[in-house]
């Protein structure tokens, strides 16, 4: 079955009801369970010089173990089935696990460095309801459009370079050579296109759509359709097809522009004119979870500067602690300007469409989106 089905509608947010708050953390359980996006939490499996989990098992002795999702909608699904403790969200999955009970209320005060956070993250929407915290930032960045720099001598200006059929600087059709994200929440991809493409539409915020802007997005990813080699949502797939499939451009994460500069590819990446949606995830504790001290201990475990650092050094992201991106050396001090740092306000981030929006009178909700994109994907 689809990740896409895997879904828990969202008619309203509303403050839910979690376990009254700890005093102090007690002593760690042995392991803790945690889903988080693929590259997120490493113990030096690829390379050595990334790992943040060795040294926290050897302090906590609770025993890490990962699960990596690919979509959000994947998290979702695996916090509603149980068994884990915490969850790198992103924000269109964040506010659903707190409508859906799936999350409890964070303790702050058990988070000694929480004041070290980027003010800008600390009471974000995506995780701060009726004021209480439900989660503790961790990373944030833009969906960059990846390309082959042999195809493309100069970056795309455009993202019309995957949405729109044309040659492409080598001469040959982009029809077969481009991808998409397979996750429902990329029509605010098509939608942010369009702010640009078509203003007439008066699309205002690419999470928040009329029926008729919505009508031409879907117009916009069904004429898409024709020219995708495949709907990727595996990172690693998603390399091996622009290593070995002749994929030339798509949307994707700067952990794919990463590994495969890495590996001496003709890969470069771009934020185009248009601007991007983006991500910013907080790592959420579940509402039964069964190993809360070593959650706690992770979450301040988890801000730590060289851990932030790390992170966004493998990953390609920005960290949730400014501290992090001075005197680090594998991030270096120019890396969170490399890495966009001051884009934040250029970026869209991931939000759960919702049918009561604040741009227009009524907006079409998410579950909406994810039937009509697994029709989009399966040609319909």
Known sequence: MSRLRWVVAL??????AVPALAKEIGKGEGQLNIVAWPGYIERGDTDKSYDWVTDFEKKTSCKVNVKTASTSDEMVALMNEGGYDLVTASGDSSLRLVAGKRVQEIDTSLIPSWKTVDERLQNAPWHTV???????PYQWGPNVLMYNSDVFKEAPKSWSVVFEPQNLPDGKPNKGRIQAYDGAIYLADAANYLMSKKPELGIKDPYELNEDQYKAVLELVRQQHALIQRYWHDANIQVDDFKNEGVVASGSWPFQVNLMRADKKPIASTVPEEGATGWADTTMMA???ANPNCAYMWLEHSIQPKVQGDVAAWFGSLPSVPAACKGNALLT???CATN????FPKIKFWRTPVAKCTTQSACVPYYRWVTDYIAVIGGR
């Open 333 to 335: 001090d120019t890396g």
């Open 130 to 136: 009726d004021g209480k915290h439900y989660g503790v």
């Open 11 to 16: 008619a309203g947010i509303t403050a839910v």
């Open 340 to 343: 966009g740092f001051d884009n």
């Open 287 to 289: 509402a039964d979870a």
